[in-house]
């Protein structure tokens, strides 16, 4: 991916943002100007607790060079009243990411060449130069730490101090350490404080905008001909750093991530496909921070954490679309031993913690299991091992759940108004209110008690997988109550029937084991695709509704109205598919088309977490888990399909 020069200036460029992870829940990232417009942005977020614990300790670097001709800024900042200073985005030429984000600049007649990458599995990140100067360049880099958690801002001076250690020096500050060198500049010790940097993203959704940041030191380098350079950022000290061979590794494991993903598909490579792989691979991570060798999901970065639901929807794309079965299989055994009361956790948060506010983590959990065995053919894991865990969700189901969850005479499950996906609201009421038995809570038990009468019989279990026939049955005759024969589809809700159009339905048409005959399912996808679909996935309100809103900012409390309430998400795409060549369709592919152009706008390489209705806009997290593995899975299968 190419951007080049007249995208650089900042009223272009202050929204269009990269990220590296590093497999551990850290990650690198700025804009493509290297200016900061998020608290969450930064060169290196440590997870220190791998996935949780996540720390700002680089927020970015200040370069200069200097020539003959004069003195060049490379960096950009935003300060309070609109100021931009320095402006380095006036000589930069462009910026690729290929897969690596990679920063062209013209200093007068000097070429620089920078490369950003993160060491994977550890919390370090390398930034490599290459600079080409006719006459003697001084480039002096000077380094800006942090010491704080992802979610908050420092606006009083920290407490670091330093040693000199090696070409560099290790730096202590309140909370953590923080490791800087070099293999060919000079380190030199110059404290300093920047005051006031504006975060634009901040303003934007009513939130404190402003930080100081601690320059505890300058690397210097004078260059003439051509040179090549790397400085290495770490939450600790490395010894011998081989910088070459460290970037050849990144560079071969990037490589093996996107050949991975074509030999599970055997399609035809192309950039859109190379990006969404390369996309996926970053949400996966190692979750050894509480004692455990697990894995997880990252639900979206910036800053959201392990989440089940979001790890059970986004599961099938990320790990079984591109052939990584054995990651798969760990995320599902990490999920299953943190289930609690036949619950599966809703999320995980910074300090390891779990909350079981969910109805419907544990459904897609078993869903996802499903998915495993069908890609995997692992029935020794899948319906051998998991079956006590399947088993005690169904269980918990059945004879009432925390949360008010529970199985109803009828078969149908019921719950409170905010444990669906559409769960934003403030303690007094939810905006969605969505209390009762809703369709696609209903839908996924359904197929829940399928799935576990296929799984028993894999096992030898007649018996337990007759009363989960028994039980499925009852449940898709109440489900018929869904039908609404006024506008031919289905209410979002029973018991209060709700008939506001949402995208909830589709999964009564997507999920395996069908609930509708031909004609309704038809009818349903019709609906749906007429009121709900868009370039970039699903309204979540139909415009039709009076209740719909169009646009996406403003206060927290603004954007939660609007969040479930007309905001597009572009994970719905994905079930969409499924249901539209279940009922026939065979031009699904044309439905992906515009995430060509969204990868280019917001979070480069990657799918957003929402898209503002009215303008199309990328909002949310700039990389989101479900949206990135059910655009991929929905490409894999559109072009299955077409070849």
Not at 84 to 101: A, S
Not at 447 to 456: D, E, P, V
Not at 462 to 467: E, G, I, M, P
Not at 556 to 571: F, L, M, S
Request: aromatic share 10%.
């Amino acid at each position: 991916m190419r951007l080049k020069k007249n995208l650089m200036a900042y009223e272009k460029a202050w929204n269009r943002e990269w990220l590296l992870a590093n497999g551990l829940g850290g990650y690198a990232s700025s804009t493509i100007i290297g200016a900061n417009t998020r608290k969450y942005h930064g060169l290196l977020v440590a997870a220190q607790q791998a996935p949780a614990g996540r720390r700002l300790l680089v927020t970015k670097l200040e370069e200069s060079v200097t020539t003959p001709e004069g003195q060049y800024q490379l960096s950009t900042n935003k300060y309070p009243d609109n100021t931009l200073f320095p402006t380095g985005w006036q000589v930069q030429q462009e910026f690729r990411l290929n897969p690596l984000p990679t920063f062209y600049y013209s200093a007068g007649s000097c070429r620089i060449k920078k490369k950003v990458f993160m060491i994977h599995g550890t919390n370090a990140v390398v930034v490599r130069y290459s600079v080409t100067a006719p006459s003697a360049a001084q480039i002096k880099i000077a380094v800006l730490l942090n010491d704080r958690d992802i979610y908050s801002l420092t606006r009083e001076k920290l407490q670091f101090s330093q040693q000199p250690l090696g070409r560099g020096a290790l730096v202590a500050g309140p909370a953590s350490k923080i490791f800087m060198t070099s293999d060919a500049c000079r380190y030199k010790q110059q404290e300093n404080w920047y005051y006031d940097m504006v975060y634009d993203w901040e303003t934007m959704r009513g939130e404190a905008d402003r930080e100081h940041h601690f320059q505890p030191g300058v690397f210097e380098l004078t260059v003439q001909g051509r040179a090549k350079f790397n400085l290495l950022l770490a939450d600790r000290p490395y010894a011998n750093v081989d910088f070459d061979r460290r970037y050849r590794q990144e560079l071969e494991r990037t490589a093996n991530v996107v050949d991975g993903f074509y030999l599970a598909n055997r399609l035809k490579r192309e950039s859109f496909s190379n990006h969404l792989a390369l996309a996926a691979d970053q949400f996966v991570v190692g979750t050894t921070g509480s004692g455990e060798d697990g894995r997880g999901i990252m639900a979206g970065y910036h800053w959201f954490g392990v989440w089940g639901r979001d790890a059970a929807i986004a599961l099938p794309g990320l790990t079984l679309t591109t052939g990584r079965f054995d990651e798969a299989r760990r995320i599902l055994m990490t999920m299953a031993g943190r289930m609690k009361n036949g619950l599966v956790p809703n999320f995980v948060d910074e300090k390891g913690g779990a909350a079981y506010n969910s109805a419907d983590a544990s459904l897609w959990f078993v869903l996802a299991l499903y998915r495993y065995l069908e890609a995997s053919g692992d029935e020794k894991f899948a319906a051998g091992e998991m079956s006590n865990v399947m088993r005690d969700i169904i269980e918990a189901y059945a004879t009432g759940a925390n949360q008010g969850i529970a199985e109803d005479r009828d078969g149908l499950i019921k719950c409170g108004p905010r444990l669906t996906w559409m769960d934003a609201g403030t303690d007094a009421a939810p905006f969605t209110p969505r209390e009762g038995k809703p369709v696609e809570i209903n839908a996924l038990w359904y197929n829940c008690l399928r799935i576990a009468q296929l799984m028993s019989l894999k096992i030898a279990d007649k018996k337990y997988a007759d009363v989960m026939k028994a039980k499925a049955e009852k449940t898709a005759e109440s489900f018929l109550r869904f039908w609404n024969e006024a506008e031919e589809c289905l209410f979002d809700t029973l018991d209060p029937d709700d008939p506001t159009m949402r995208p909830n339905q589709i999964f009564a048409v997507s999920l395996p084991a069908p609930l509708l005959d031909d004609a309704k399912a038809r009818k349903v996808v019709e609906k749906v695709k007429r009121e709900l679909l868009t370039p970039l996935g699903l309204r979540t309100l139909s415009p039709h509704d009076a209740r719909y809103i169009g646009t996406y900012g403003g206060s927290q409390q603004e954007r939660d109205r609007a969040y479930h309430n007309g905001v597009v998400w572009p994970w719905l795409i994905g079930p969409f598919v499924d249901a539209y060549i279940k009922t026939g369709g065979r031009d699904a592919a044309f439905m992906l088309s515009g995430f060509r152009k969204h990868m280019r706008r917001g979070g480069l390489g990657t799918i957003s977490e929402l898209v503002e209705p009215k303008s199309m806009r990328p909002d949310g997290c700039i990389a989101q888990a479900w949206s990135v593995g059910e655009v991929l899975r929905a490409y894999a299968r559109t072009h299955e399909l077409r070849s």
